[in-house]
């Protein structure tokens, strides 16, 4: 496909499974160019894949740089995701590190590599968040705090990109039936020592949360619906019990959050 096709093009990272996956199958079913960035490649057979590791150096900005030579980038969707069930207290460095790489600094990566591209001619960025980052999940911690900053990572880049055209979006799923739920690296029991059963029942309430939550394909049609809206809002979340949920969570008492978080993750 020449540089200068009239499709709009699609930069994925993370597009080899989940809302990812989904996400690249709405784009090239509806015209789209679309370019996969993630350690694994997406199966359709319409998708360009690029190998890259988020938390790999520049991996992601030089991958970036490779596809702007042959396309016109017109959108970046960032949905790579690392979870850790893990007490703070015995988390090792090198997997909350990791975590960080991949769900944040990744993502600022990508954007840093795409907004020199948009600046003349305006696009969009749209970065998969969680309502974990406004909700705090007990031993899933790592994931909340990274999930948080990545939402005000949103809120502050729409500010500074807004008069260039290039609209930036925070999208908030809640509970999403993916394999993501089995890719959670979880220490096992000898490693967290005195909160064993805790960590035991945290895992399973999320992945019941998680596995009952919304299809992967009804957020890739909100992403789309983003990509192809005029004036897409900075933060938009999935669903209007998700929508509900967070207002609550944001107006309730700290006390009462602290509460259902207690209830929810611990004996």
Same mark, same amino acid.
Request: hydrophobic share 40%; with cysteine; proline share 4%.
């Given at each position: 496909? /020449?540089?200068?096709?009239?499709k709009k093009t699609?930069?994925v990272?993370?597009?080899?499974?989940? %809302?990812g996956?989904?996400?690249?199958q709405?784009?090239?079913?509806? *015209?789209?160019?679309?370019?996969? #960035?993630?350690?694994?490649?997406?199966?359709?057979?319409?998708v360009?894949? %690029?190998?890259?590791d988020?938390?790999?150096?520049?991996?992601?900005?030089?991958?970036? @740089?490779?596809?702007? /030579?042959?396309?016109?980038?017109?959108?970046? %969707?960032?949905?790579?995701?690392f979870? &850790?069930?893990?007490?703070?207290?015995?988390?090792k460095?090198?997997?909350?590190?990791?975590?960080?790489?991949?769900?944040?600094?990744? !993502?600022?990566?990508c954007?840093?590599?795409?907004?020199?591209?948009?600046k003349?001619? *305006?696009?969009?960025?749209?970065?998969?968040?969680?309502l974990g *980052?406004?909700?705090? #999940?007990?031993?899933?911690?790592?994931?909340?705090?990274?999930? !948080?900053?990545?939402?005000?990572?949103? @809120?502050?880049?729409?500010? /500074?990109?807004?008069p260039?055209?290039?609209?930036?979006?925070?999208?908030?799923p809640?509970?999403?039936?993916?394999?993501?739920?089995f890719k @959670?690296?979880?220490?096992?029991?000898?490693? +967290?020592?005195?909160?064993?059963? +805790?960590?035991?029942?945290?895992?399973?309430?999320l992945a019941? &949360?998680e596995q009952s939550?919304?299809p992967?394909?009804?957020?890739? /049609?909100?992403?789309?619906n983003?990509?192809?809206?005029?004036?897409?809002?900075?933060?938009? #979340?999935? *669903?209007v019990?998700?929508?509900?949920? @967070?207002?609550v969570?944001?107006? &309730?008492?700290?006390?009462?959050?602290?509460k259902? +978080?207690?209830? &929810?993750f611990?004996?």
């Amino acid at each position: 496909m /020449e540089k200068n096709s009239l499709k709009k093009t699609a930069v994925v990272v993370g597009g080899s499974s989940g %809302i990812g996956f989904e996400t690249c199958q709405k784009l090239v079913n509806r *015209g789209w160019n679309v370019v996969n #960035i993630s350690r694994t490649p997406c199966k359709n057979s319409k998708v360009h894949n %690029i190998a890259a590791d988020a938390a790999a150096g520049t991996a992601l900005s030089d991958a970036i @740089r490779g596809v702007s /030579e042959k396309y016109n980038i017109s959108a970046l %969707i960032y949905c790579a995701g690392f979870s &850790m069930a893990a007490p703070i207290e015995y988390a090792k460095e090198s997997d909350y590190r990791y975590l960080f790489d991949v769900n944040y600094f990744g !993502a600022l990566q990508c954007m840093q590599a795409v907004i020199p591209l948009f600046k003349n001619k *305006g696009g969009r960025i749209v970065l998969v968040g969680s309502l974990g *980052g406004d909700f705090p #999940i007990s031993f899933d911690c790592f994931y909340s705090s990274s999930k !948080a900053a990545l939402e005000m990572l949103c @809120r502050a880049a729409y500010c /500074e990109l807004k008069p260039y055209n290039i609209r930036v979006t925070g999208l908030l799923p809640g509970g999403t039936a993916t394999n993501f739920t089995f890719k @959670r690296k979880v220490y096992p029991d000898e490693e +967290n020592k005195s909160y064993s059963g +805790n960590v035991n029942r945290a895992v399973a309430a999320l992945a019941n &949360m998680e596995q009952s939550g919304m299809p992967p394909s009804d957020v890739a /049609e909100i992403i789309y619906n983003l990509l192809t809206t005029d004036k897409p809002p900075v933060i938009k #979340i999935c *669903g209007v019990k998700n929508t509900v949920l @967070r207002f609550v969570s944001r107006v &309730m008492p700290e006390k009462v959050t602290l509460k259902i +978080n207690e209830r &929810m993750f611990h004996q």
